[in-house]
């Protein structure tokens, strides 16, 4: 179980810290409207992932013989975290200018996030090999990695907008890149261990 925690420990922060279109709207609202438009736009994947979630994992369950399947997916997703860790890791300042506009935080959270290609890739290549493996073993290692992986992607992002609100200088001091770039090594180090379970999963097939 633990290992699915450390796995969810990882792929939360590092989702929810690094820059891309729903970090971009967490800071526009925060600094146009204050923390709670932040932590509105935060809240955004518990409503957009779910339906996400459930329609790759029916669309896993209607696979024959999908061990196999799951295992190259994982090589996949593995790749797709080492190439994430890799641009973390390279990671400059978060360039912070914005235009005053009305604030709709969660719509505009939510469609962000529903328009956003990289939850469909996250759990399509990585989350839902992941999640199905973890279930096979405990269904409670599952609900745990779920809760575990949301829990502080959004918690990272609440964090951030309340930073962001008192110091707007934050995602452009030396904190912000020293703490992305010591989990882009984490998250490379992740990938490696999913590229090898994948690659198990295939051979013992």
Same mark, same amino acid.
């Given at each position: 179980?633990?290992?699915? /925690?450390?796995?969810?420990?990882?792929?939360?922060?590092?989702?929810?810290?690094?820059?891309?279109p729903?970090?971009?709207?967490?800071?526009?609202?925060?600094?146009?409207?204050?923390?709670?438009?932040?932590?509105?736009?935060?809240?955004?994947?518990?409503?957009?992932?779910?339906? !996400?979630?459930?329609?790759?994992?029916?669309?896993?369950?209607? !696979?024959?013989?999908?061990?196999?399947?799951?295992?190259?997916?994982?090589?996949?997703?593995?790749?797709?975290?080492?190439?994430?860790?890799?641009?973390?890791?390279?990671?400059?300042?978060?360039? /912070?200018?914005?235009?005053?506009?009305?604030?709709?935080?969660?719509?505009?959270?939510?469609?962000?996030?529903?328009?956003?290609?990289?939850?469909?890739?996250?759990?399509?290549?990585?989350?839902?090999?992941?999640?199905?493996?973890?279930?096979?073993?405990?269904?409670?290692?599952?609900?745990?990695?779920?809760?575990?992986?949301?829990?502080l992607?959004?918690?990272s992002?609440i964090?951030?907008?309340?930073?962001i609100?008192?110091?707007?200088?934050?995602?452009?001091?030396?904190?912000?890149?020293? !703490?992305?770039?010591?989990?882009?090594?984490?998250?490379?180090?992740?990938?490696?261990?999913?590229?090898?379970?994948?690659?198990?999963?295939?051979? !013992?097939?």
């Open positions: 179980m633990y290992s699915y /925690l450390l796995a969810a420990m990882i792929l939360g922060l590092s989702s929810g810290f690094a820059p891309g729903l970090l971009t709207l967490v800071i526009t609202e925060t600094l146009q409207h204050g923390r709670a438009a932040g932590v509105k736009v935060s809240v955004a994947p518990l409503i957009t992932d779910l339906p !996400i979630i459930i329609i790759v994992l029916l669309l896993f369950s209607q !696979i024959r013989h999908v061990e196999p399947l799951i295992g190259a997916i994982a090589m996949v997703g593995g790749g797709f975290v080492f190439y994430l860790g890799f641009i973390s890791i390279r990671i400059r300042p978060v360039n /912070l200018s914005t235009a005053l506009v009305k604030e709709r935080s969660l719509l505009k959270g939510v469609t962000t996030n529903f328009l956003n290609p990289a939850p469909y890739l996250f759990w399509i290549s990585v989350g839902a090999p992941m999640l199905i493996k973890a279930y096979q073993q405990n269904p409670a290692y599952a609900v745990a990695f779920v809760i575990m992986f949301y829990g992607m959004v918690a992002k964090l951030l907008a309340a930073i609100a008192k110091s707007r200088d934050f995602l452009s001091g030396k904190m912000y890149l020293l !703490i992305m770039r010591i989990l882009g090594a984490a998250m490379c180090l992740l990938a490696m261990g999913l590229i090898y379970d994948g690659l198990e999963m295939i051979i !013992i097939e």
